[in-house]
């Protein structure tokens, strides 16, 4: 029974510990990252079961290491936040990569804040770009709008253009 509660206790602590709680260290990869985020963050994801068929609810949030946090969802169910990530779609265009590779589209969840956003000023961004490279590098880009669509005359939808004004931060980290 004692071992049962000291391995209770442990996990606990594991939790509830700064940087704790199975989240993954990023470290800055460059002098900007540093000075705009700080040297080191976490980032925790989960996921809740979505309905039969569908995708799961996931959320991400990314830790400071002075205790703030900033919440946000995965784009993965409106029709626009899809076509958003499409390997060289418009979020991949956005955050220079202009090869295969697919960016994850996160919106702010305001409500799983804490604290005040250390990214992108005051407000925080709308939305965030991730690209998790397979070498360990993680390239993270704010966004202070949406990125919006148009019907064309023939039907299809396509991405209105993006003014690099609206990017509010372009941070580079690798796996720490």
Known sequence: MRILAFALCLAAA???APGGGGGVPLVAADAATALIAGERMDM??????????????????LRHADGRSMGF???NHAPHHIMAQAPGGPLAQIMGLFGEEAP???????????????????????????????DGSVQ?????????????????EEALPYSP???????????G
């Open 140 to 156: 993270l880009v704010g966004l202070r709008q949406a990125i919006q669509f148009e019907t064309r005359p023939d039907g299809a």
């Open 44 to 61: 925790v994801r989960r996921s809740s079961g979505g309905a039969p068929g569908g995708d799961p609810l996931v959320l991400m949030s």
């Open 73 to 75: 969802e995965q784009g």
């Open 14 to 16: 594991a939790c509830a």
């Open 104 to 134: 994850t589209l996160y919106t702010m969840r305001a409500s799983d804040n804490n604290g005040a956003p250390f990214i992108c000023g005051s407000d925080g961004p709308v939305a965030i770009g991730l690209y998790e490279a397979p």
């Open 165 to 175: 004004d609206m990017v509010c931060a372009r941070l580079r980290f690798r796996r």
